[in-house]
T-cell receptor
Framework: QKEVEQNSGPLSVPEGAIASLNCTYS??????FFWYRQYSGKSPELIMS????GDKEDGRFTAQLNKASQYVSLLIRDSQPSDSATYLC???????????FGTGTSLTVIP | AAGVIQSPRHLIKEKRETATLKCYPI?????VYWYQQGPGQDPQFLIS???????DKGSIPDRFSAQQFSDYHSELNMSSLELGDSALYFC??????????FGPGTRLTVL
């Protein structure tokens, strides 16, 4: 079992809709959670970090964390075609020295 | 703002040759990470350094070694290259284990 699990998708949503991306993790000691966006052949780009239970909003992005359920999600409101990419969930180890990445969810926003 | 710099951006090697990849972290970042990403896969953690000391080790083959120098730049040395080593190699840096910021990557092709 991988440390971090994501639905690989592909996930398709129409332009303007809400895209919902989900991630579960196995290490209860993890304290930091991140969402990265990666375009094909490019490097992962940090879009959100979350450290405490609840919601964190940044523009069109909202990250949600539930440590009891070991679950973190990313909502993208008013999805745009430029949001089409692979979204990687990352969780740090309980020592904080290593990230575990999920396999990524491929999102396509249809104009 | 300064970002992570990696060189070279592209590298072509023959089997059994050696390769050296370089990484220059964001100024004042104290931790460097190396990742390998094959086609359609998530980034696989190889190794990390904190304040020039190895801090964590992932799935790095014995043929690979890395170090961090006094100016905080890091090098990944890869010997006896195999076809399966063809991948994108990312370096990331962070400040004390927080958000990791990725460099543009080095695309290694082994023929």
């Amino acid at each position: 079992q991988k440390e971090v699990e994501q639905n690989s998708g592909p996930l398709s949503v129409p332009e303007g809709a809400i895209a919902s991306l989900n991630c579960t993790y196995s290490d209860r000691g993890s304290q930091s959670f991140f969402w990265y966006r990666q375009y094909s052949g490019k490097s992962p780009e940090l879009i959100m970090s979350i450290y405490s239970n609840g919601d964190k909003e940044d523009g069109r992005f909202t990250a949600q964390l539930n440590k009891a359920s070991q679950y973190v999600s990313l909502l993208i409101r008013d999805s745009q075609p430029s949001d089409s990419a692979t979204y990687l969930c990352a969780v740090n180890s309980d020592t904080g020295n290593q990230f575990y990445f999920g396999t990524g969810t491929s999102l396509t926003v249809i104009p | 703002a300064a970002g992570v710099i990696q060189s070279p951006r592209h590298l072509i090697k023959e089997k059994r040759e050696t390769a050296t990849l370089k990484c220059y972290p964001i100024p004042r970042h104290d931790t460097v990470y190396w990742y390998q990403q094959g086609p359609g896969q998530d980034p696989q953690f190889l190794i990390s350094f904190y304040e020039k000391m190895q801090s964590d080790k992932g799935s790095i083959p014995d043929r690979f070694s890395a170090q961090q120098f006094s100016d905080y730049h890091s090098e990944l040395n890869m010997s006896s290259l195999e076809l399966g080593d063809s991948a994108l190699y990312f370096c990331a840096s962070s400040l004390t284990g927080n958000e990791q910021f990725f460099g543009p990557g080095t695309r290694l092709t082994v023929l």
